[in-house]
């Protein structure tokens, strides 16, 4: 299984496609500094600007020489291998992402490398959301083209009082929240954000469709949250990767501290101060004050709990 995993994040992941479109530009005599960044910020994570043409440019990853030229005579491919296809069955019988309706085509006969059963979950709750209820899959699907399509929704929901709903919104986002199992929806209605479970959703209906270019978050419910992070043993790549799924801007400092600030919902506030306080001091806490004080608290409550206790001995 590490084999597999380390085929599909270093080989065939979003590094290798950003470097093969790269090196195929550089084949065809194409390739120049604008385009390479252009490539990277295409095909790549935002943050991969920092990384990816500084490597090549100074060759600690070999494959450019200085006029931009590569050694290759022909264009990267990228062939799948029946360990890739079997993992890719495995990866699409995940019932979160069958969801999504992806294309398994060519995949039909192959055995699954393994089933969904073999994983034990430790660190999330057990009430995550119903993905085989055809109520919930019709519901996901709907708010998923929704979200695509820039459409408009009515949406009938439960609210956490039990009590019926009904909203008229513009979709921004789905999340997922892996520590709840559960997918949210991020709306905007009468200005306001809301972010609502998607299995307290009971009915959805497609509205008209609006111009997501003209359409601003809210930040109401949000909280910017900034930190320092001192990249040590490749922290920065681990922290990206962390904190993906949020949305966030990266500012290079120096040559080994960056300032990463990201924007978070109040609700999710314990579940980022554990991530945060997973990297020890690389990462650093600047603001909010709050959070801050949230996050002494924490690690003071956990100093007293681990110190040894103190006894009084007992005169004989």
């Known amino acids: 299984m590490e084999a597999t ?3 599909f994040s270093e080989i065939y992941g979003s590094y290798f496609q950003v470097l093969s479109a790269i090196l195929a530009e550089a084949v065809e005599g194409r390739l120049t500094g604008a385009s390479l960044t252009e490539r990277v910020r295409e095909k790549a994570f935002s943050e991969s600007t920092l990384a990816i043409p500084a490597a090549l440019r100074q060759k600690q990853w070999p494959l450019l020489d200085d006029m931009m030229h590569t050694v290759l005579h022909h264009k ?6 029946m360990l890739e296809k079997r993992w890719l069955k495995a990866l699409l019988s995940d019932p979160r992402i069958a969801l999504f309706a992806p294309d398994t085509t060519g995949l039909e006969d192959v055995e ?14 057990n009430d995550g959301d119903p993905y085989s209820d055809e109520t919930y899959i019709r519901c996901f699907r709907t708010l998923l083209r929704a979200v695509r399509e820039g459409r408009c929704l009515q949406i009938g929901f439960r609210s956490r009082s039990g009590a019926a709903r009904r909203v008229v919104c513009r979709p921004y986002q789905l999340e997922y929240s892996a520590k709840d199992d559960k997918f949210r929806l991020l ?23 609006y111009d997501p270019a003209a359409f601003s978050l809210p930040r109401d419910k949000e909280v910017e949250l900034t930190m320092l992070l001192h990249d040590e043993r490749n922290a920065l790549e681990r922290v990206l990767l962390h904190f993906s799924h949020f949305e966030k801007t990266t ?4 040559e080994q501290c960056y300032e990463i600030k990201l924007w978070y919902d109040k609700s999710d506030e314990t579940e980022l101060l554990i991530r945060v306080l997973s990297f020890g001091p690389m990462l650093e806490v600047r603001a909010p004050a709050d959070f801050l004080a949230h996050l002494k608290r924490r690690i003071s409550a956990q100093r007293e709990a681990f110190s040894p206790k103190q006894t009084t001995p007992q005169k004989e």
Do not use: Q, W
């Open 5 to 7: 995993g380390m085929v």
């Open 251 to 254: 500012r290079k400092l120096d």
């Open 76 to 81: 990267p491919t990228m062939p799948v291998t």
């Open 187 to 209: 709306a905007v209605s009468e200005g306001r954000l809301h972010m609502l479970n998607v299995a307290r959703i009971r009915t959805c209906e497609l509205l008209e469709p």
């Open 112 to 125: 699954p490398l393994y089933s969904p059963d073999v994983f034990v979950y430790y660190d999330r709750y």
